[in-house]
């Protein structure tokens, strides 16, 4: 079981996250731009790579770098990458790897193996000493940021998220814009872009920073108001025998990965984490009174779709909580079991970074009550496979 101090080491992480964005934007801003002019002429496509919170962080911007450079983005384990995507992979891709350690086996390897095929590579570290850092890429981008010592993956998660926007807004102006008009890839996007909603806001460098610009307040105040509803909602849960539900679509179905990680990591509960849409393909069959289900659904694209799987679910009798932002109609015919407000003010595809401050808090109040171990590292077998398989695995050349 948890002391309190543990756990209180955990909500101040969390309470650090305004602060810790606000004093770290000119100097992150500044070591983007840098990063971005050293990359060289626009790429044909993007890949991102990472394992963990690091791959969430990536799966969660990918739609807004898609938008903003006008060309493919991929998101996908460093695995993925490493031993199935690079054999394949066109000449003049680009490679961006994150890890805030900078050790993990994987991405070392997805970052190795990329540059021994002629790829340009970024590399994304909190550790400037890292074996990562080191590597022979074509950029770093070594961060700020400075982790709470002994705790998960918190604050570090909206951190590398606000780095990553701030990164393609950058590589937006590095390029200058749209690809030119020959290129397949760019043919492609603009063939999508030409079947969005007539109202359908084009994503731009300067709205995106304007948001990270506000993006203190906002998590300051959204803290305040979600971290109560976390206390109930994580009250009426920890008795519930099910397997969690974690719903989330477009930028937040990474959101809900990241949600699902923060379950294993300081509870050890099981959750289960699906597409928005998909849950009425799959789960449906087998949810009810006794499956507490989170639905990430910030105003956007999926809204009307989303607000049916929430009214099924509410029918079904789940115990569900949503996660939106404040002043919005969800358009159900009953309300939510719980209700999480988040502040308004960002785009959809930015809103991972104020989603993901639910899973955070609930998490920490869920586990002041079934108690836990910070990486399952209660079982001693546990720690001992843990760090092994993870930071010691042989790299492959």
Known sequence: MYSAASLDLVAADLRRQPALLADSRASVRAAVSQASRELGPRPSRIYLAGCGDSLDALAAVRFAWEQLLGLPVEAMPALTLSRYVLAAAPPDALVVALSQSGTVSRVLEAARRAVGGGLRVLVITGKPDSALAREPVTARLVTPFRKTSGVPGMASFVFNLAVLYELGAALAEAWGGAAPAASRE?????????????????????????????????????????????????????????????????????????????????????AMVQETEEYAHDQIAMVGPHTPTLVFAPSGAASVRGAEVLDSLIELGCPVAVVTERGADLGLAQEPRFRYDVEAGLDELLSPLLQALVPQTCTCELARLVGGSFYGYADPVVEALGDRLIYESDVIP
């Not at 030409?194 to 959204?222: H, M, T």
């Not at 920890?238 to 959101?255: F, I, M, R």
């Open 186 to 270: 760019h043919a492609i996007t603009q063939t999508f872009a030409a079947r969005a909603p007539a109202d359908a806001a084009v994503l731009a460098p300067a709205a995106v920073r304007e948001q990270l610009d506000a993006l203190p307040a906002l998590l300051r105040d959204s803290l305040d108001s979600v971290w109560p509803v976390a206390a109930a909602h994580a009250a009426a849960i920890a008795a519930e025998p099910g397997v969690e539900l974690l719903l989330g679509t477009g930028p937040n179905l990474a959101t809900a990965r990241f949600a699902a990680r923060k379950r294993f990591e300081l509870t050890q509960r099981a």
